[in-house]
């Protein structure tokens, strides 16, 4: 692994349906980041990781949980898929939460639920 | 409450210049950074003011004026690469970013 991955790269999904996006960087990072980018919106912040352990509602956290047992992953499960929930969803790192350190991004997971 | 705004979408011709500019409120403000985002793929990172002023990295050069809530994005000598979105993004009080919805620049032969 180098840098960040995500899985999985696309999902249809049917509403009602559990599921959990996984995310793993390599990089020994502190803070990790879900975020899900909309057509017309700016990048939302849904959960947050400031250092393993502990973990922090975003803007829109509502309908997600996540966790953050070990440094490297941090997985984001919708426990029940709505619609509104379609979305590109990113997961990001950065070295601390430095206010000069750069986040680096996973490639996203393009999520339809239907 | 905190509010960040970027054009949508700026269109300009290979070889030449383009500004992308990028204004902002907010109650608390700990930097001001900028992303380009090309089409299916992730955020990269580009730049980070926190002062005043202008900060240059080869063709691309970013520019903050706290007082306004100003920032821009000046591209010099575009190429087609350079077609993408730009992410204007500020950290607020929490160290969270904030970001704008981001600007499509569509450069021209």
């Known amino acids: 692994i180098a840098g960040i991955t995500q899985a999985p790269t696309s999902q249809i999904l049917a509403a009602g349906r559990r599921m959990t996006l996984r995310c793993t960087q390599d990089?020994?990072?502190?803070?990790m980041y879900w975020y899900r980018q909309d057509l017309g919106l700016g990048l939302r912040l849904i959960h947050y990781?400031?250092?393993?352990?502990?973990?922090g509602k975003g803007e829109v956290p509502d309908g997600y949980s996540v966790s953050r047992a070990n440094t490297d992953d941090f997985p984001l499960t919708l426990a029940s898929a709505v619609p509104s929930q379609t979305s590109v969803y990113f997961c990001?790192?950065?070295?601390?939460?430095?206010?000069?350190?750069?986040?680096?991004f996973g490639p996203g997971t393009r999520l339809t639920v239907l | 409450g905190q509010n960040i705004d970027q054009p949508t979408e700026m269109t300009a011709t290979e070889g030449a210049i383009v500004q992308i500019n990028c204004t902002y409120q907010?109650?608390?403000?700990?930097?001001l950074f900028w992303y380009q985002q090309h089409a299916g793929e992730a955020p990269t990172f580009l730049s980070y003011?926190?002062l005043d002023g202008l900060e240059e990295k080869g063709r691309f050069s970013s520019f903050l004026s706290r007082s306004k809530g100003y920032s821009y994005l000046l591209l010099k000598e575009l190429q087609m690469k350079d077609s993408a979105s730009y992410l204007c993004?500020?950290?607020?009080?929490?160290?969270?970013?904030?970001w704008g919805a981001g600007t499509k620049l569509i450069i021209k032969p």
């Open positions: 990001a790192s950065s070295l601390g939460q430095s206010t000069s350190d750069e986040q680096f």
């Open positions: 990089m020994r990072h502190n803070a």
């Open positions: 990781s400031n250092t393993a352990g502990t973990t």
């Open positions: 907010t109650s608390g403000f700990n930097g």
């Open positions: 003011n926190v």
């Open positions: 993004a500020h950290m607020d009080s929490n160290y969270q970013l904030i």
